[in-house]
Structures are given as structure tokens and as C-alpha cells.
């Protein structure tokens, strides 16, 4: 069970961080507007790279979690599963990593840049969880089924910004990395008892299907001259347009306008089972659960499927005084979005600030350093996460990391 546990998190882990040398335009990380560029504080060229990754759950206490990467017993906690049950289980692994190029000629700024970025999202509601330890009549079966359960929409970016004043536009195109169908990513559960004997079976078959532009066992295997191959062949990655405005103050986005969607060649195919039993005859009471997990299976596509990404729209609003502050939200037009909101000091060659973000999964507290060194410039933010605003020993930890490095001019 440890095995497989650390092997879906390697596959997750593997996916977010195959670009690791990517590029982005996207100083506020996961809230873009190419017209921020104006604040890396670039004379006439710097290289940014970046990097932001945040990982929240509402599933599991940090004692669970230590319990089950060693392979101990751990207890439920009520609190916590009681919180779940109201909400439904979830996590999510929001990504967004590379750098961009930014030379500045006066009023006119070109921005050439790759990016990978997505999210990972998981989406179980409370009606399923509930078959478990909600009220349930004896010697009745019930089942459920969910479709769409994991969403995966990881994509690869490349292209060029023009900023001029307050408004820019980008060209871009891109190609799938992991892209989730809806239709056949579907969880089965069933739940039946008796009560003579007392005997009760919960059972949960789940099925993921991903598609990709590259073949995603030489990601697994981390064959990286190959995935470097296989992308490299544009002519089957899609177009898309983005446009903004942006100030000091105030700004505002429409990203992932599609003009031609990409083609995945490869798709990739996963299954679990889990199981639970309860049995008892007199005072002899019985309880087992079992778990197991296949290997991915990728396969090459007779023909390919077309992706595209979801629009996103973003703001923000904020000011850069001594005491400086900002609001910034996101929204993509499938039901997706985060907020957060900042508030610290600004020292001129250095800022110090604390972020309070949330979205559709936890919580999310950060604190941030950012130096200007004005050759050299660093933005450094640490996360943590929680099913709760005020965390505590029963609340659900996750963590997040985003570092931004500026050189030159």
C-alpha cells in the first residue's frame, strides 16, 4: 500500500514539475496580467524565472498523514470528517512554473516566454462519503456513481506578449500534458448491510482517463530527451489570444481565448479499488479495509483528441505604499477560482507581507520576502493550508512554494 501511495504522488509530483526550465508570464503567479511585467523592474532586459506550486486537502490530519506513510493504524477524527461530509472530499495541486524574457524599450515592452501550469482537482461530494457513515437503512444496497471526479487540465505554453502603456496582448500556443475527459474519469461506489449477521461492505471503484500530447510513460520513466522530442513537433499544438489592461493599481484579464485547439495523441488510463467490511457476531467484531491500485497503461490514440483550455479571467487591485496592500481573484469559466489578499510593508529594497488566500478546497496562509537588489531581484512566499481559517490539530494541513528570480538591467 506505501508503494502505490508513493507512486501516485511521484506520477502528481512528476506531472506538476516535467517544465521545470518552462517559462511564464506571470509575476502574480496564478492571477496573470502580462502588464505587471513593469513592476520586475527591468532597465532593458531581465530573465525571470518562477515557479508556484500549492498542495490543499481536506481529507486527512497531519497524524493521518504520518500514519499512513508509515504504514500505521490511524484514527478518524470526527471534527474533521464531519467537516468533510458537509463539503464533500476534495484536494487540489495548483501549478504554474517556468520564466519569462522581458526587454524593455521605453513604453514598448516584448515578453517572450513558455510556461506550464494547471491544476490538479479533486471533486467527491458529500453524497458519497455519506454511504459510508450517514444514515443508511439495514438489508438495503445503495450505489452512486460520479463522473468528471479528477480534473486534470496541466498544459505547456509558449509565445510572446506586447506591452504598450497600460494594455497588452499576447499570442500563444499549447499542447496537453495531462488533460482529464470528463466522461470517462468516473467513481463507482456501492454500499450494502445486514443485520443477521451484522455485516456491512463499502466499495469504491474509480477510473481516470488522461490524454497527452507526449507519452506519458516516458514521463513516468523520466525519459526526457523523448517527452523534449515529442514536443518539440508544433504543428499539432493549438492557438490561443490573451489581452489586458494593467496600472499601479488596478488590472484586469481574459486569458485562453482559443482560435485552434490541440491534439492529444496519447491518452493514459488508470484504476483503484477500495474496500471496507464490518462483521461482528456477538462480541467479535471484525473490520477490514484493502486498497489497490494498477499500473498506468498508456496507450497511442487511432486518432487524435482535441483540447482546449477553459477561459480564465483575472484581476486585481492593490497599492505599493509603505504600508502596501492588494486583493486578487481568478475564475475560469468551468467553475474554477481562487482569491487572496495581501497586506505588509514596503520598504523599497525590500517587502515583507502576509497573503490570505482561499479557493474551492482550503485555505491558504503565506508569508512572503521580496528583495530588490535592482541587478538581481527575488520574491520568495511560504504556504500553508487548511480546511479551516484558523488551523489547529484537527484541521487538514497542505503546503505551497513560489520563488521568483529577476537578472539583469
Same mark, same amino acid.
Given at each position: 500500500?506505501?508503494?502505490?501511495?508513493?507512486?501516485?504522488?511521484?506520477?502528481?509530483?512528476?506531472?506538476?514539475?516535467?517544465?521545470?526550465?518552462?517559462?511564464?508570464?506571470?509575476?502574480?503567479?496564478?492571477?496573470?496580467?502580462?502588464?505587471?511585467?513593469?513592476?520586475?523592474?527591468?532597465?532593458?532586459?531581465?530573465?525571470?524565472?518562477?515557479?508556484?506550486?500549492?498542495? *490543499?486537502?481536506?481529507i $486527512?490530519?497531519?497524524?493521518?498523514?504520518?500514519?499512513? +506513510?508509515?504504514?500505521? @493504524?490511524?484514527? =478518524? &477524527? %470526527?471534527?474533521?470528517?464531519?467537516?468533510?461530509?458537509?463539503?464533500?472530499?476534495?484536494?487540489?495541486?495548483?501549478?504554474?512554473?517556468?520564466?519569462?524574457?522581458?526587454?524593455?524599450?521605453?513604453?514598448?515592452?516584448?515578453?517572450?516566454?513558455?510556461?506550464?501550469? *494547471?491544476?490538479?482537482? $479533486?471533486?467527491?461530494?458529500?453524497?458519497?462519503?455519506? +454511504?459510508?457513515?450517514? @444514515?443508511?437503512? =439495514? &438489508? %438495503?444496497?445503495?450505489?452512486?456513481?460520479?463522473?468528471?471526479?479528477?480534473?486534470?487540465?496541466?498544459?505547456?505554453?509558449?509565445?510572446?506578449?506586447?506591452v504598450?502603456?497600460?494594455?497588452?496582448?499576447?499570442?500563444?500556443?499549447?499542447?496537453?500534458?495531462?488533460?482529464t475527459?470528463?466522461? $470517462?474519469?468516473?467513481?463507482?461506489?456501492?454500499?450494502?448491510?445486514?443485520?443477521?449477521?451484522?455485516?456491512?461492505?463499502?466499495?469504491?471503484?474509480?477510473?481516470?482517463?488522461?490524454?497527452?500530447?507526449?507519452?506519458?510513460?516516458?514521463?513516468?520513466?523520466?525519459?526526457?530527451?523523448?517527452?523534449?522530442?515529442?514536443?518539440?513537433?508544433?504543428?499539432?499544438?493549438?492557438?490561443?489570444?490573451?489581452?489586458?489592461?494593467?496600472?499601479?493599481?488596478?488590472?484586469?484579464?481574459?486569458?485562453?481565448?482559443?482560435?485552434?485547439p490541440?491534439?492529444?495523441?496519447?491518452?493514459?488510463?488508470?484504476?483503484?479499488?477500495?474496500?471496507?467490511?464490518?462483521?461482528?457476531?456477538?462480541?467479535?467484531?471484525?473490520?477490514?479495509?484493502?486498497?489497490?491500485?494498477?499500473?498506468?497503461?498508456?496507450?497511442?490514440?487511432?486518432?487524435p483528441?482535441?483540447?482546449?483550455?477553459?477561459i480564465?479571467?483575472?484581476?486585481?487591485?492593490?497599492?505599493d505604499?509603505?504600508?502596501?496592500?492588494?486583493?486578487?481573484?481568478?475564475?475560469?469559466?468551468?467553475?474554477?477560482?481562487?482569491?487572496?489578499?495581501?497586506?505588509?510593508?514596503n520598504?523599497?529594497?525590500?517587502?515583507?507581507?502576509?497573503?490570505?488566500?482561499?479557493?474551492?478546497?482550503?485555505?491558504s496562509?503565506?508569508?512572503?520576502?521580496?528583495?530588490?537588489?535592482?541587478f538581481?531581484?527575488?520574491?520568495?512566499?511560504?504556504?500553508?493550508?487548511s480546511?479551516?481559517?484558523?488551523?489547529s490539530?484537527?484541521?487538514?494541513?497542505?503546503?505551497?512554494?513560489?520563488?521568483?528570480?529577476?537578472?539583469?538591467?
Amino acid at each position: 500500500m506505501r508503494k502505490n501511495i508513493k507512486n501516485i504522488l511521484f506520477l502528481i509530483v512528476l506531472i506538476s514539475c516535467v517544465s521545470i526550465f518552462s517559462m511564464t508570464v506571470q509575476p502574480f503567479g496564478l492571477f496573470g496580467n502580462a502588464a505587471l511585467v513593469r513592476e520586475d523592474f527591468t532597465a532593458l532586459l531581465k530573465l525571470v524565472p518562477f515557479v508556484e506550486i500549492e498542495f *490543499g486537502q481536506n481529507i $486527512l490530519t497531519l497524524s493521518n498523514i504520518n500514519a499512513l +506513510l508509515n504504514e500505521e @493504524d490511524f484514527i =478518524i &477524527n %470526527e471534527q474533521t470528517l464531519s467537516a468533510a461530509l458537509q463539503d464533500g472530499f476534495k484536494f487540489g495541486l495548483p501549478v504554474s512554473l517556468g520564466a519569462y524574457v522581458h526587454l524593455n524599450l521605453g513604453g514598448f515592452r516584448i515578453i517572450p516566454y513558455t510556461r506550464i501550469d *494547471g491544476n490538479i482537482f $479533486l471533486n467527491i461530494p458529500k453524497t458519497i462519503p455519506q +454511504l459510508l457513515v450517514g @444514515d443508511t437503512n =439495514i &438489508n %438495503e444496497t445503495y450505489s452512486d456513481s460520479l463522473k468528471g471526479f479528477l480534473v486534470g487540465d496541466v498544459m505547456t505554453n509558449g509565445g510572446v506578449a506586447i506591452v504598450l502603456g497600460s494594455i497588452y496582448v499576447a499570442g500563444n500556443v499549447f499542447a496537453p500534458v495531462f488533460y482529464t475527459d470528463y466522461d $470517462l474519469t468516473r467513481l463507482d461506489v456501492s454500499y450494502t448491510s445486514t443485520a443477521t449477521p451484522a455485516y456491512a461492505e463499502f466499495n469504491a471503484d474509480a477510473h481516470i482517463r488522461a490524454y497527452s500530447r507526449i507519452p506519458l510513460n516516458d514521463l513516468i520513466n523520466q525519459n526526457i530527451n523523448n517527452v523534449i522530442e515529442q514536443l518539440s513537433n508544433v504543428d499539432d499544438y493549438g492557438m490561443s489570444l490573451e489581452f489586458g489592461f494593467g496600472t499601479q493599481n488596478f488590472g484586469i484579464a481574459v486569458r485562453n481565448i482559443v482560435i485552434r485547439p490541440a491534439k492529444a495523441y496519447y491518452s493514459v488510463d488508470f484504476n483503484a479499488n477500495a474496500n471496507f467490511t464490518y462483521t461482528a457476531e456477538g462480541t467479535d467484531v471484525t473490520a477490514e479495509a484493502t486498497y489497490s491500485t494498477t499500473e498506468p497503461i498508456v496507450s497511442r490514440l487511432f486518432a487524435p483528441i482535441e483540447i482546449k483550455p477553459e477561459i480564465q479571467i483575472t484581476g486585481y487591485l492593490k497599492n505599493d505604499g509603505f504600508i502596501m496592500w492588494g486583493i486578487m481573484g481568478s475564475y475560469w469559466l468551468d467553475g474554477k477560482w481562487a482569491a487572496k489578499g495581501y497586506a505588509g510593508l514596503n520598504l523599497a529594497i525590500a517587502r515583507l507581507y502576509y497573503m490570505l488566500g482561499f479557493n474551492q478546497v482550503s485555505y491558504s496562509h503565506t508569508i512572503g520576502v521580496n528583495a530588490n537588489l535592482f541587478f538581481l531581484n527575488a520574491d520568495l512566499k511560504l504556504t500553508a493550508t487548511s480546511n479551516s481559517l484558523t488551523p489547529s490539530e484537527n484541521t487538514t494541513p497542505g503546503i505551497g512554494f513560489s520563488l521568483m528570480i529577476s537578472a539583469g538591467l
